[in-house]
Structure formats: structure tokens, C-alpha cells
């Protein structure tokens, strides 16, 4: 699973947020979200999770999911995976993106 940081970048400036303002908020350096935006560091799960609440996102929306999750999410829950965040366990999604990030750092 891969974080999309496009669409974590586009939310920041739509919000009209700066990266020193992201960056303090997730007690970071601007230097180390701008790696992190671009692509050049991985998020940890505590400080993705900020961010998304942070920016307003749909954690759904942050991630690519592989063909595999895919299937499996869309078969857990009913309906338009996308648009039904309210409906999905929070708490499963938090567990497989740790999970992921976790086999991603090794």
C-alpha cells in the first residue's frame, strides 16, 4: 500500500496551509514534511493519521491499495467503498495501513 502524496499536497495548498505550518503541527521539520510529501520518506502511522484529520481526507482517498486489498475491502463492506467511510470499521482500516507502513520500513 502507497501513500498518495499528491492528493495530500493538494489538500494542504486547497486548505491554503503551509508546509511549516503542517510540519509544526506534526511536530516535524519543513524539511522532513516536504520529504515526506514528496515521496523521498515514508509517513509513520501516528503522524499520517494527524495529517488526515489534519487535511479533511478520507483515509480510503490517501492510499493505493494493491488488487488484493482491493477485493478484499470491497467485499467486507457493501456499497461504494469511497463514499461509505462512516459505515467501515475505522479501527480494521487503522490496523491493515499499520501494517502495510510496518512491511514497508523492513
Not at 26 to 54: P, R
Amino acid at each position: 500500500m502507497k501513500v498518495k502524496e499528491k492528493i495530500i499536497r493538494e489538500a494542504r495548498v486547497k486548505k491554503e496551509y503551509s508546509q511549516e505550518y503542517v510540519a509544526s503541527v506534526l511536530d516535524i521539520s519543513q524539511s522532513q514534511y516536504s520529504k515526506l510529501e514528496n515521496g523521498e520518506a515514508s509517513f509513520d502511522i501516528d503522524k499520517l493519521s494527524i495529517l488526515i484529520d489534519l487535511l479533511e481526507l478520507n483515509p480510503l482517498d490517501v492510499f493505493e491499495f494493491t488488487d488484493k486489498q482491493q477485493i478484499f475491502l470491497n467485499s467486507s463492506y457493501s456499497g461504494n467503498i469511497n463514499s461509505n467511510i462512516n459505515n467501515i470499521d475505522v479501527e480494521f482500516i487503522k490496523k491493515l495501513i499499520h501494517e502495510e507502513l510496518n512491511k514497508n520500513n523492513q
